[in-house]
Each structure stands twice: as C-alpha cells, then as structure tokens.
T-cell receptor, first 112, second 115 residues
Framework: AQSVTQPDIHITVSEGASLELRCNYS??????LFWYVQSPGQGLQLLLK??????LVQGIKGFEAEFKRSQSSFNLRKPSVHWSDAAEYFC??????????FGKGTRLHILP | DARVTQTPRHKVTEMGQEVTMRCQPI?????VFWYRQTMMQGLELLAY????????DSGMPKDRFSAEMPDATLATLKIQPSEPRDSAVYFC?????????????FGPGTRLTVL
C-alpha cells in the first residue's frame, strides 16, 4: 500500500530564513504528489502538485517542491519564510483514481 | 470563487445525542470525501463517494457512523449515538475524477465536541 512519511513533526525557522520540509513516499508507479497547508482553525489548502513532466514544481505563496524519483522524495522549499507561513504542512500521494494518502504533517514555527 | 461549504462550523453536544454534519461539494465535482482530524491520529479518511455512490467507508465505525449523498449537492455524515471519543474536526473535500488526478478541495471543517 502507498504511504507517505514526513520525518519532522515540528520545524522551527527564523523569519527570512530558507525552509525545506521533507517528504518520502512509497508508491510503485509514477505518483501523483501534493503538498497541502493548514493554517490554525482552517481547512487544507493545496500548495502545489506534481503529476508528470518538470520535476521542479512551483506553487502558491512562493513555495516550490522537487520530485526525486531515485530518492522517493518530494521535499517542499521556500527561499525566505514569512511569519504568515506558520502552519501545518501535509505531503500526500494519490492512490487509485480518487484517494489521497496523507502524511502525518509537519508543524512549522517561525521565530521573529 | 467555488469552494466546499460545511455546516455547522462548530457543534457541542452531549454523549448519546445524534449529530449530523453537512457538506456542499463544489458544483460539478463528482467525488466527495469525509475526513476526521485529531491530534493523536492526524487526518483519517472515513468514507468517500464517486457519483454519489459510496466507494469506501472502511475507515468509518459502522455501528454509529453513516454517510450519505442524497443528491449531488449534499453529503451528510451522521453519528448516532455520539461519544466523547468522536470529538474531532471533520472535513469534507470534493474532487473531479478522472481529470483532476486525485486533487481534492477541502471545506473549512466542522469542529465537534461531545461532552
């Protein structure tokens, strides 16, 4: 069965610093991969997605992610974080035609 | 700006009471998902529908939970009787299969507290 691992439960970075959130997936074929963000008290919002083609994908809010098949990874990056980026981030992989398997999430804290 | 709507946004009830949560998927979407989010378990898929037909409800406690889609614009999740361990945030999401490659759009959630 497909699975997603986000090895970091919490990450703390200073405002203005760069960010990388890790995600590893287990999937036999070419995966459909997603990053979602959840701000406190809110639903999940799609940041970006990878289906095929260019392995570096751009998303909203200045985020990007790189698909690396050899490492089964889809890490999320941002060159300079803002205090408003404090949230929980979920990596996910598509399963079958419809379902998404979510990771446990990484909570991002921003230091002023 | 199309979005998934959920009602109520908050619900406080007493153990043993029936709880009904409603979801209006984005118009034109044909898949609907119900998730439960807790601190301990994270995001769990409870059930999902495609073209109003239930496809998978293996994540749902069958004895007290039920999910239905009376029509294409309404999905319901019912708990009867409710228990304190059901306290969680319940999210509905919708998508369009097969051209959206599993992409799902989430509602704002219903925060349920069972006393």
């Amino acid at each position: 069965a497909q699975s997603v691992t986000q090895p970091d439960i919490h990450i703390t970075v200073s405002e203005g610093a760069s960010l990388e959130l890790r995600c590893n997936y287990s999937y036999g074929a070419t995966p459909y991969l997603f990053w979602y963000v959840q701000s406190p008290g809110q639903g999940l919002q799609l940041l970006l997605k990878y289906f095929s083609g260019d392995t570096l994908v751009q998303g909203i809010k200045g985020f990007e992610a790189e698909f690396k098949r050899s490492q089964s990874s889809f890490n999320l990056r941002k060159p300079s974080v803002h205090w408003s980026d404090a949230a929980e981030y979920f990596c996910a992989v598509g399963e079958g035609d419809d379902k998404i398997i979510f990771g446990k999430g990484t909570r991002l804290h921003i230091l002023p | 700006d199309a979005r998934v709507t959920q009602t109520p946004r908050h619900k406080v009830t007493e153990m043993g009471q029936e709880v009904t949560m409603r979801c209006q998927p984005i118009l034109g979407h044909n898949t609907v998902f119900w998730y439960r989010q807790t601190m301990m378990q994270g995001l769990e898929l409870l059930a999902y529908f495609r073209n109003r037909a239930p496809l998978d409800d293996s994540g749902m406690p069958k004895d007290r939970f039920s999910a239905e889609m009376p029509d294409a614009t309404l999905a319901t999740l019912k708990i009867q009787p409710s228990e304190p361990r059901d306290s969680a945030v319940y999210f509905c999401a919708s998508g369009y299969d097969p051209n959206r490659y599993n992409e799902q759009f989430f509602g704002p959630g219903t925060r349920l507290t069972v006393l």
